[in-house]
């Protein structure tokens, strides 16, 4: 799959998500986004929902702030933080701009189902747990679209540039900036991973699933919104 | 609709939420058990999925008992934390067996997207807020049972008897017990959300809509997976 | 100390905090209790301010059922919290009414700074980590008074009947089924502590050694405020 | 006392703490802040639990961001993090440094049972409650070190510039700045409290009256620590 194979243990718990993983990356909104021919309707959908999952995903972060133990860990949590509220909600905005979704329309649009089934899992997993279950609740969100990135780079039929109306998106989650923040996090979950007991890494497992599968409900609900 | 035309504040409440309010307790799902017709693949999914609600229900009222301000309410959660685990699972277990379904299978099988939204819909609402935001979170299921099952007994369609595969399920959210507790939350309910400030009611109402849509869902879950 | 010399991972967190431990279960007035010196005002002192540790003892054991992971672990949590509300604090009540302490008295009673900090020490572990994290910081409580109590039993001051006005209190913790509980909990702490990484044991035994200086601290209120 | 006499309903939840709320701001510590003759080793130890107590706040920031509904409310809670683990720490660092406390010395000490008591009390409260009660409970802190420093502003006896070892102190809270967060969070609290019912302003005055309390802990410990 997208990952190099590797013998890390978040590849270790990669690989036990395989099938779902493999569903998320290269799922049908992805391979539209790849090659361009995703419908604008689809997309427009999916961004929309994914200024309310900015939201939630910015609480996670305040959550994991809360749960720090060491300054380290809590730095790591607002620099997160930051990145979302003060960075990627103002670009998100500007970018729905582009696509005609005024700011007003974002900040009343009902928050679809598949929205809330995310964001909530990963709120209730970061609660239920201690600060790891929380990082590998959002850890496919966050390293996925670096996969899911690289994955349509490296696809015979992505068409790059002006050609494709989604050049922007690819290019963000693409860009050394992206990518660098999303194996800071391989790097972080890979040290925490480490010597775990087996039946804490079956738990991270099927959480880490379980999100993975979220995530390609997300996908799926920007083509049914098309 | 099912709630008599009173002027307490859950009254109000509801009113607000209506046309949702409607969609869940007249369900197609819900006209299938009054008539009987409901196939029975529909019926078996909703049973499993409604054994994996139950632990998350439960976990619901812990936290319930966590945010409690002094005896009474710890003593209430605790109630319904018993109602749940000492009773009301046993009683589901034994009616999945009558359908076919043993336990070995409940404990072993896949959570269902909307299982997972709905319930951890509500228990990051009873986080995010205070005891009563997670009361009205779970409102929909506890009163929503209780008004479905009276909804049923007033349809002319409703089948009551042997001649309804669904008879033991109508009895049980029909019965004095069931009702009262329904009741009691209703009390609990009103008795709370008087005075509250027009914000606050907002709040709450877009809560209750939320978690109403979810339960909408959940019933088309048990359709869709026939 | 009070605890067997053994193996179990459970001994060895306690044996790094064996300072404390040894500080906490040969308290001054544990001594007190032991040979029937402690002054009444100490004890009534410390009879009031342990209903109102009951109170968070058991919101801190909703917060266990809201953490678990699985039918055992949600039970494990009910069968506490059954324990504290349904007998315990009865009996407390009870009790209290020998030593002249009214019901009515227990309930408007001010919250001493020693209660409010290790309630809130424990309820903050548990929010912060995992069901291990809330365990392990409720163990000093649970364990603690086992072995108070057999270290008591043990000593040769100790004098015990009807010549002790703390009789009762010793005999509860000495009983068969308080101890049966405590060792319960060691066997659960001892089955969730094995293999676990040095990080995490070192997290836990911090947990652990501030819970137990916590401990010292509620004692100590008790004698300052005869 | 040091706040106007006014007719918000902050001033009134105020009003009804008004010994604690004065024992708090005219505590001995305060004094000896005032006219210079604090103890260095009582301020020294003070100093080295602020620190402690600024990681446990800028956790309670966090879990405000996580409480929050809406991106106001995100984006306020971010904004103290920010001034808290971007600025504050920082400046406290180096002002423990001219007291000549290392660095390395703030990393390793141990939480006195006074910081432990204040931090986890207000991370309990907010839990609890919602993001008002987790504001309510932070409140003394922010407020009532801006209110402190107007007081020593205003005492006779205050010994103020370089014959002053606590003047950078005095002159920190009694900015303009910091003067003007108290008062964006007397704002705040304001908008919130106006028309809440009466059990609910007396659940939160409670709130604040145990969290005065424990901030007179706080300046004590000081004080006992030289």
Known sequence: ?????????FAALLARCAPEWKAY???????????GTLPAGAFRHYLRQDYLFLVHFARAWGLAVY????????????????????????????????????QAELETLPEARETMAYTRYVL?????????????????????????ARWI????????GSAN?????????????????AQAERDWLNA??????????DGLAATFRDATRLEIDFWQMGLDGA
Chains 1, 2, 3, 4 share one sequence.
Not at 165 to 181: D, G, L, N
């Open 124 to 148: 209730d997993a970061g609660h239920r747990g201690d600060l790891l279950d929380l990082h590998v609740a959002l850890a496919p969100c966050l390293v996925g679209y670096a996969d899911i």
């Open 1 to 9: 799959m997208t990952s190099k194979p590797d013998s890390t243990p």
């Open 192 to 201: 925490r991973l480490a010597g775990q007991t087996q039946e804490r890494l």
């Open 67 to 102: 749960k720090s133990r060491n300054l380290a860990e809590l730095r790591q949590g607002l620099d997160s933080l930051k990145a979302i509220v003060d960075l990627e909600m103002g670009l998100h905005v500007d970018y729905c701009a582009l696509w005609g979704i005024a």
């Open 153 to 160: 780079e490296a696809q015979p039929f992505t068409v790059r």
């Open 25 to 35: 990356c290269q799922h049908a909104f992805v391979r539209g986004l790849a090659d």
């Open 165 to 181: 109306p989604y050049e922007a998106w690819i290019a963000m989650y693409a860009s050394e900036a992206f990518q660098a923040a």
